[in-house]
Every structure is written in structure tokens, then in C-alpha cells.
């Protein structure tokens, strides 16, 4: 999906010199699979910002258009999930997949063929496309002192059931789009240390797809 890149460069940003920080390991991997995983931190205060170095004005000019409030937040939002799917009502996006559509349910497995009125065929296709529709779900994630905006509003594919009839296959993500964050970065050791806030690319699964 062309994420290899951008992830590692994210994982090299995020990396310390093993000196100062051996607690930190390449994470996420340079790899296709989304959700990102969480970041093993070095637990030593000493490399977190200071207050002052989380000024929101002097953070704000530095992100400058890539803060985007539909997928950050500043404070602690409600850590709740944003999108689960309704199976009373939902509404799907764009028009019908034509895989589904052009199904010829007048043809059986013995080679017999079966009259289907127009509107039990709308029915069984429509319903077929809600049960094989993959929703992303989104919910707020915390990233830690160590990225400003420190919460994101992360995606991920409906998994509570199959998404194939009959079942077997589940919701896997097929495309995603990348948030810039910035990220304190350290290099040295103690009092030697330098620290600054480094942009990186934060890929967020923005599509899922029915696949085996």
C-alpha cells in the first residue's frame, strides 16, 4: 500500500541514540500493517518536553497547516469509539459495488434456474452489500507528552464478525492517509542532551475492504 516509506522514516525519527534512550526500539516497523502500534518509551522523565516547551502558539506555527482538528486534539477528548456501525440502520457511502450488483441470483448451483421478482432482488442485494460493507471505525488514541498534538483520532476495520456470507473472510484496511504530528526528539545523554520537536507522518487507515 506504499506505507513502507512512510513508516520508516517515522520509525527513524522516533529512534534515539541507544545510549540515551535504549528503551526505545524501532516501533512501529517499517511494514504494511495498520493500525500503527504503540511506541516503547524510555520511562525517564528527563525526555520529556518541558512546559515550555509545549507553548501551543510556538507548536501551532511550527505544525502550521498540517494541525487538522478533525484528526488531532490538543486536549483530552472523549476517549470513546466515534463510528460503530448501527446494524439497525446504515447508511453506505457511494453507490453500490458492481460485484454485487450484477450477482444473478436466477441461476442455482445445479444448473436450474429460479424466478426472483425485482424488488426481492433489490432487498437480498442490498442487505448482502450492508453485511459485506467494512466500515472504519474510529476512536481517539493518547500518544503520550512526547507528540504535540498528543491525541489522535485513529482508525480501524469493523472486526466483531465475518464479513463474508458465508463466513470466513474480515475487514482488512486498503488504503490509508498520513497526519503530520511533531515529535520530541533527544540525542545525547543527560545534560548534554538536545532536544527538539521533529515533524513525522502518522498513517491512518481511511478504508477497509471485505478480503480473505
Not at 106 to 126: C, D, I, N, S
Not at 172 to 199: A, D, H, N
Request: aromatic share 12%; charged share 25%; proline share 9%.
Amino acid at each position: 500500500m506504499g506505507l513502507s516509506r512512510t513508516l520508516l522514516v517515522y520509525a527513524l525519527l522516533c529512534v534515539h541514540v541507544a545510549a540515551s534512550q535504549h528503551y526505545l526500539r524501532l516501533r512501529p516497523s517499517p511494514s504494511d500493517h495498520l493500525p500503527v502500534p504503540g511506541l516503547k518509551e524510555d520511562p525517564d522523565p528527563e525526555y520529556d518536553p518541558r512546559e515550555q516547551d509545549l507553548a501551543e502558539r510556538t507548536l501551532r506555527k511550527k505544525l502550521g497547516s498540517n494541525f487538522d482538528p478533525n484528526f488531532m486534539s490538543i486536549s483530552s477528548p472523549m476517549l470513546v469509539n466515534l463510528s460503530a456501525p448501527d446494524n439497525q440502520q446504515v447508511k453506505l457511502p457511494g453507490s453500490m459495488p458492481n460485484e454485487i450488483k450484477k450477482l444473478d441470483l436466477t441461476e442455482t448451483p445445479y444448473g436450474k434456474r429460479v424466478k426472483v421478482g425485482k424488488k426481492a432482488r433489490r432487498k437480498f442485494l442490498q442487505w448482502l452489500w450492508t453485511y459485506t460493507h467494512c466500515p472504519v471505525v474510529y476512536t481517539w488514541k493518547d500518544l503520550g507528552i512526547r507528540f504535540w498534538p498528543r491525541y489522535i483520532k485513529e482508525g480501524n476495520c469493523f472486526s466483531e464478525r465475518s464479513c463474508s456470507f458465508p463466513e470466513g473472510m474480515s475487514c482488512k484496511p486498503v488504503k490509508s492517509i498520513s497526519k503530520t504530528f511533531l515529535r520530541w526528539y533527544c540525542q545525547g545523554f543527560l545534560r548534554q542532551k538536545y532536544c527538539t520537536w521533529l515533524p513525522v507522518q502518522y498513517p491512518i487507515i481511511s478504508e477497509c475492504k471485505c478480503s480473505c
